[in-house]
């Protein structure tokens, strides 16, 4: 339980972040809130050789409104998304995730941003920062880039992230007009990771009616994903019991579920279909 | 456990078998894999230092090749240990040829022990997927050239692509 050995820098600004990464592409790792980088150091199963800490950048954990974009910071830990006021009126999908997460020293510790760039397939933002379309900015020896969390997810732990970024901020379009969100989580009883987990952004007409829906699931396959079968089987519709039993059978098309000794490829994808429609009730008894 | 899935590869049955049983090409095919030598008739020595994001290990182990039925089957054997676990288990490959190209089949079961299989079993099925993909793409790749023709970069379409939006993105950033 003893890491291995290895150089620790706390730089004060961003700046001084990346060109310390650039110094050691393959060894150097980032540490955020460390609560995915460190238990697998500690087991000897990641051996960085430098670990380069933005944790103690302050003036990366934000969040605040800007136009119509809700702007997150990095290093904001979860209890901070958790417990936000502006969240939990603007768009309460946030708080929501932020609050099935481990356990209150994860929550006060543990990142957005850690959790994203590590892309556990179990992990609960990916789920949520896909059913927003958020834009994740990230930072590197050349500048900013951008990316669309659809294509951000490449597979198991692994992102569109090059050796040598950061990411900086997580960008989420205000939600307007009448929508409803929720989060939905069966959460494995020993690690409180999702087994499943489905987050759900609907968008309503004047009528009622689905104008759109965007739903994020994670813990299912080896990355998070967009179940775009269920949204279109959903969009059009009037949300009731039907037609949400129906859109969520889609949830599993074209993913090969996975499988481990607590639950099955099968008994998760029945997992999430139930948890699908609950989620997508959820949303529609918050639309506001 | 139960490892199964199907690769469709664009290259005749023969010449798919011919890579499978081939050190050299195996070496490049395989993710991480440092050396690979043969130690015996049909059994090989291996260095695989490999990982998925910040996990990362160094395994070294044997590889046996048995049931040969050129150019329809065959059975490997694995038994290997490494920093993070160890992992000891068996496959069957069955290539089948198909109007546009070979249909490789395999199904195995492999058991993994240590630190990796105690805290990581959640990940195990999902790593092993992603590497068979890696290892089946490199593979169509080597049998999709000639015998004797230079062998292709796996990692260089990747590494071009990545310079590329580097230069993209340091020229945007001029304006």
Known sequence: MIPAQFDYQAPATLEEAVSLLASDLDGAKVLAGGHSLIPAMKLRLAQPQLLVDIGRIKSLAYIREEGDQILIGATTTHYQLESSDLLKRICPLLPECAKSIGDVQVRNKGTIGGSIAHSDPAGDWPAAVLALGADLVLVGPNGDRTVKAEDFFVDLLTTDLQPGEILREIRIKKPSGRFGQAYQKVPHPASGFAVVGIAVHLELGDDGSCKSAAIGVTGVGTKAYRAKGVEGSLTGTNLDDDATATAATHVCDGIDPNSDLYASGEYRCHLAQVHTRRAIQAAKANVQ | ?175
């Open chain 2, 1 to 175: 456990m139960k490892l199964e899935g199907t690769h469709q590869l664009d290259a005749p049955r023969e010449r798919v078998y011919q890579c499978l049983v081939d050190p050299e090409v195996l070496q490049r095919c395989i993710p991480g894999c440092e050396r690979l030598e043969k130690t015996a008739e049909n059994t090989f020595a291996a260095t695989i230092r490999t990982g998925v994001g910040s996990i990362k290990g160094v395994f070294n182990g044997t590889a046996r090749l048995e049931d040969l039925r050129e150019p329809e089957h065959l059975r490997i054997v694995v038994d290997g240990k490494g920093t993070p676990g160890f992992l000891k288990g068996s496959g069957d490959l069955d290539l089948e040829q198909g109007e546009n190209g070979t249909k490789v089949s395999y199904s195995g079961d492999v058991q993994v022990g240590g630190t990796i299989a105690s805290v990581g079993q959640r990940m195990i099925q999902g790593t092993a997927k992603m590497m068979a993909t890696q290892f089946f793409t490199s593979l169509g790749a080597e049998a999709a050239t000639a015998v004797g023709e230079p062998p292709p970069q796996h990692g260089f379409f990747r590494t071009a692509l990545r310079w590329f939006s580097g230069w993209l993105r340091s020229i945007f950033r001029k304006h």
